[in-house]
């Protein structure tokens, strides 16, 4: 029977799927590292403070980077090059959702509009980290290779997804409300898009690597295409909603460092 634990499972116990697997996730985590970085350097003067929580954003995604290329090196593996069609961040930035990468490798600084479009974006992308490493914690917190690192990355999207809550939150009593809720749609819907197509490529290229049959791959399609069809529906409002986190502050101290993996 497939489940989500089972599917995994299979991919973890395969070195070449395993290596993808980490290689994609890898190389996203660093992307939004380098995203992060660069809109902490260019926030407006009036917004200084926030650079702070930024900063602490993009450092713990460049960690969740760092550890998933030790997961590989633990199991004596090296990176693969990333296949265009799975890079799910360069193909929101395609999207045009988020910030231009054009804008972040200039030295102009961003506009409060563009903060909260920033904000709106991580809140959307977010909730899908979040949603993920809450499913993987769930089948694999104890996991003697995966669970220390399932944890503290699922802590870490938590917090993330509380920060984007709570300062949008603070962008709409300052008057952005607006602006905050066409952004946040936009990018959802775009978002919903983009995972349908990038799970499709996934499960595409680790169906080719483990030999799956294909009726077996036909409804690994089929169950991506439900879940977006569910989300282009009704799904995608709970990427949209804001409510006071109970983590307040989530983002107000120093990045943890990343577990050692021996």
């Given at each position: 029977m497939l489940s989500a634990k089972s599917l995994f499972q299979e991919i973890l116990d395969d070195d070449e799927s395993f290596r993808l697997f980490c290689s994609i996730a890898a190389s996203g985590e660093s992307q939004g590292g380098w995203e992060n970085a660069r809109i902490a350097a260019l926030v407006?003067?009036?917004e200084r403070a926030l650079a702070p929580k930024i900063?602490?954003?993009?450092a713990d995604e460049d960690k969740h980077g760092r550890i998933f290329n030790a997961l590989l090196k633990k199991r004596g593996l090296e990176p693969v090059e990333?296949?265009?069609?799975?890079?799910?961040t360069m193909l929101l930035e395609r999207h045009g959702i988020g910030l231009a990468h054009e804008k972040l490798k200039g030295d102009e600084p961003l506009t409060v509009p563009d903060i909260v479009t920033y904000l709106a974006h991580s809140r959307v992308t977010e909730q899908r980290a979040s949603e993920q490493m809450d499913l993987l914690r769930r089948h694999?917190?104890?996991?003697?290779?995966?669970?220390r690192a399932v944890r503290m990355i699922s802590n870490d999207e938590d917090n993330?997804?509380?920060?984007?809550?709570?300062?949008?939150?603070?962008?709409?009593?300052?008057?952005?409300?607006?602006?905050?809720?066409?952004?946040?749609?936009?990018?959802?819907?775009?978002?919903?898009?983009?995972?349908?197509?990038?799970?499709?490529?996934v499960m595409d290229h680790m169906g080719?690597?483990?030999?799956w049959s294909r009726p077996k791959a036909a409804v690994l399609a089929a169950g991506i295409r439900a879940v977006y069809a569910y989300e282009r529906l009704n799904g995608w409002r709970r990427m949209v909603s804001l409510t006071m986190p109970e983590r307040r502050d989530a983002l107000g101290g120093p990045a943890t460092a990343a577990p050692e993996f021996a």
């Amino acid at each position: 029977m497939l489940s989500a634990k089972s599917l995994f499972q299979e991919i973890l116990d395969d070195d070449e799927s395993f290596r993808l697997f980490c290689s994609i996730a890898a190389s996203g985590e660093s992307q939004g590292g380098w995203e992060n970085a660069r809109i902490a350097a260019l926030v407006p003067a009036s917004e200084r403070a926030l650079a702070p929580k930024i900063t602490r954003h993009g450092a713990d995604e460049d960690k969740h980077g760092r550890i998933f290329n030790a997961l590989l090196k633990k199991r004596g593996l090296e990176p693969v090059e990333v296949p265009p069609d799975t890079d799910y961040t360069m193909l929101l930035e395609r999207h045009g959702i988020g910030l231009a990468h054009e804008k972040l490798k200039g030295d102009e600084p961003l506009t409060v509009p563009d903060i909260v479009t920033y904000l709106a974006h991580s809140r959307v992308t977010e909730q899908r980290a979040s949603e993920q490493m809450d499913l993987l914690r769930r089948h694999f917190a104890d996991h003697p290779d995966l669970g220390r690192a399932v944890r503290m990355i699922s802590n870490d999207e938590d917090n993330h997804l509380a920060y984007c809550h709570e300062e949008l939150l603070r962008f709409a009593r300052e008057g952005h409300g607006r602006a905050i809720q066409r952004t946040l749609r936009e990018c959802a819907l775009a978002e919903i898009r983009v995972y349908r197509d990038v799970s499709l490529a996934v499960m595409d290229h680790m169906g080719r690597i483990l030999g799956w049959s294909r009726p077996k791959a036909a409804v690994l399609a089929a169950g991506i295409r439900a879940v977006y069809a569910y989300e282009r529906l009704n799904g995608w409002r709970r990427m949209v909603s804001l409510t006071m986190p109970e983590r307040r502050d989530a983002l107000g101290g120093p990045a943890t460092a990343a577990p050692e993996f021996a």
